[in-house]
């Protein structure tokens, strides 16, 4: 039986990086073909498409914009494009690069559920890895940078109010697989390779230079055929959202980078929390997991914080919040996590925030949330007092009514 072409997706905030670890890649294999998506003439409504092999080009295309949106045009050019290379040659594999401000598991959230004429996608290609390429000299400042993508012309339509960090991180976090990218000097080597450690570390990291003497053939050995992606696995959105924030707790670190877990079976009071945001996200170059706001005892709130800014999402009702019948709207994840760690009282209610920083003051981070959480005098009130309390989050995330409030 012949094996699917292999898809290797390479990620990165920097096209230059990228597309250089695309043209190492290349050279090594003459069936090797690789897709990139040219965005200089997105402000007129036009993304050309290339098709190459390191000797010649197979394809060179336009598609207009759907819906003012890159992001989705991309997912509309990318499907048909993977599933017409499979056909047309079915021995090669595919590098599909991605321009810098596109996140991979959107990517890989449409390949995985999509088809192309009737064919699931993942019938006639394997995803192989998610490469995401780190540029060495840029990271560390655009990791703590508080610009948009608009400040640098990158936004992917006119409503993308997105971070630099924030993509930045989530390409990172991603990944199965990271390339840093050029010779930083040893202490900063030291100081990135933790970090990209903490925000990903599951991922395998892969050193290379930024000179003609890269070993285009060993570059190729770590990257290409690794099968290191794991389709069943969620990505790191959806470990976060599932109640696996990052990192471990390690208030000391090493390099400068450490960690901390905040977790607490005790709701916020929701005006002191909002009152603390700014301290807290400022603090941390990144944090992420689930918490519970006392006035709002039925919903599961996301936590997602870099660069400054910080996004708040809703993940849906607590399991406790619903009556069994309607347990199986929740992820199977979701759900074994919660039958692990149940509490008698509240259920799978609980907050976990996971920060990292650089030399992170984790005991000032916990106090402050620590003081955002209720008194013992207001857990007392019970949950229908809890829902009087002043609430700048009200009308944030609606949901059905809860229909089992939390013990007193």
């Known amino acids: 039986m012949t094996s699917l072409p292999r898809v290797t997706v390479l990620a990165g905030f920097s096209a230059a990086a990228t597309n250089a670890v695309a043209r190492s890649l290349l050279v090594t294999d003459p069936t090797l073909v690789l897709v990139t998506h040219d965005l200089t003439d997105v402000r007129d409504g036009?993304?050309?498409?290339?098709?190459?092999?390191?000797?010649?080009?197979?394809?060179?295309?336009r598609t207009d914009l759907v819906h003012g949106c890159v992001s989705c045009t991309l997912r509309e050019d990318v499907l048909p494009t993977l599933a017409r290379l499979s056909r047309r040659r079915p021995g090669g594999d595919i590098l599909l690069a991605l321009p810098p401000a596109i996140e991979p598991e959107a990517v890989a959230a449409a390949c995985a559920i999509s088809t192309v004429d009737g064919v699931r996608l993942t019938d006639l290609v394997s995803f192989d890895s998610f490469v995401?390429?780190?540029?060495?000299?840029?990271?560390?400042?655009?990791?703590?940078s508080?610009?948009?993508?608009?400040?640098?012309?990158?936004?992917?339509?006119?409503?993308?109010?997105?971070?630099?960090?924030?993509?930045?991180?989530?390409?990172?976090?991603?990944?199965?697989?990271?390339?840093?990218w050029s010779h930083p000097?040893?202490?900063?080597?030291?100081?990135?390779?933790?970090?990209l450690h903490r925000l990903a570390p599951w991922a395998v990291q892969v050193r290379v230079g930024d000179t003609p003497a890269v070993d285009c053939y060993a570059l190729a050995t770590r990257l290409l055929r690794s099968g290191r992606h794991q389709p069943a696995m969620p990505g790191m959105l959806g470990r976060a959202m599932e109640g696996y924030p990052i990192g471990v707790h390690d208030p000391a670190g090493e390099h400068g980078v450490n960690a901390m877990l905040f977790t607490s079976r005790r709701p916020f009071h929701p005006q002191r929390l909002h009152d603390a945001l700014d301290d807290l996200t400022s603090e941390a170059l990144r944090g992420r997991g689930q918490l519970w706001i006392a006035s709002q005892p039925a919903t599961a709130i996301a936590w997602e914080s870099a660069g400054g800014g910080l996004l708040l999402g809703n993940l849906g009702h607590w399991l406790a919040a619903l009556p069994?019948?309607?347990?199986?709207?929740?992820?199977?994840?979701?759900?074994?996590?919660?039958?692990?760690?149940?509490?008698?009282?509240?259920?799978?209610?609980?907050?976990?925030?996971?920060?990292?920083?650089?030399?992170?003051?984790?005991?000032?981070?916990?106090?402050?949330?620590?003081?955002?959480?209720?008194?013992?005098?207001?857990?007392?009130e019970g949950a229908e007092?809890?829902?009087?309390?002043?609430?700048?989050?009200?009308?944030?995330?609606?949901?059905?009514?809860?229909v089992a409030p939390p013990a007193r």
Do not use: C, K
């Open 46 to 61: 036009v993304v050309r498409r290339t098709v190459r092999t390191a000797d010649e080009i197979l394809e060179q295309d």
């Open 132 to 144: 995401t390429v780190v540029e060495a000299a840029r990271f560390t400042d655009d990791l703590v």
């Open 146 to 180: 508080s610009d948009d993508l608009a400040d640098r012309g990158l936004h992917a339509a006119g409503n993308d109010e997105r971070g630099v960090a924030d993509v930045l991180t989530r390409q990172v976090e991603f990944a199965d697989t990271l390339v840093v």
């Open 185 to 195: 000097d040893a202490d900063e080597r030291d100081r990135l390779t933790a970090v």
């Open 324 to 380: 069994r019948d309607r347990w199986e709207e929740a992820s199977d994840m979701r759900r074994l996590a919660a039958d692990a760690d149940w509490d008698p009282y509240h259920g799978d209610r609980r907050t976990m925030l996971s920060f990292v920083g650089f030399g992170l003051d984790t005991d000032a981070m916990t106090a402050l949330l620590s003081a955002s959480l209720l008194t013992d005098a207001e857990i007392a």
């Open 385 to 402: 007092g809890w829902r009087d309390l002043p609430d700048p989050f009200a009308d944030f995330f609606p949901l059905h009514e809860a």
